[in-house]
């Protein structure tokens, strides 16, 4: 599966981790196995994706909404764009788009609002 986001690293607490590689595999094309840390407490847990475009972000919240996933509304201050959510087990995780996120990592390109 092709996603336009990417994950740089993942730390979850899981009591049943069948169900939170389900999750990620479903709305993030990513499994919670491999590169994955598991802590101790689940308040040290977030995870952050980051959206190839703007629309891409804007697109997955509407998908988890119609699916009835609570998601946070989107926010940002020009510079970033964003909205939260929680996968099965309570972990928190961010979907962000920032303007300069290609350049950061050593790719081409800026903005990609699409």
Not at 35 to 51: Q, R, S
Not at 82 to 110: H, Q, S
């Amino acid at each position: 599966m092709t996603t336009p986001f990417r994950l740089g690293h993942i730390a979850l607490f899981a009591r049943n981790r069948e169900r939170v590689a389900s999750f990620y595999r479903e709305w993030f094309g990513a499994g919670a196995e491999g590169g994955v840390d598991v802590v101790g407490h689940p308040n040290e847990v977030k995870t952050t994706y980051l959206a190839a475009s703007q629309r891409d972000l804007e697109r997955l919240r509407a998908r988890m909404r119609e699916a009835g996933l609570p998601v946070s509304g989107i926010e940002g201050d020009g510079a970033f764009v964003k909205f939260g959510c929680n996968d099965p087990e309570g972990n928190r995780i961010e979907v962000l788009w920032a303007k300069d996120w290609r350049a950061g990592m050593g790719e081409t390109g800026g903005a990609n609002k699409e």
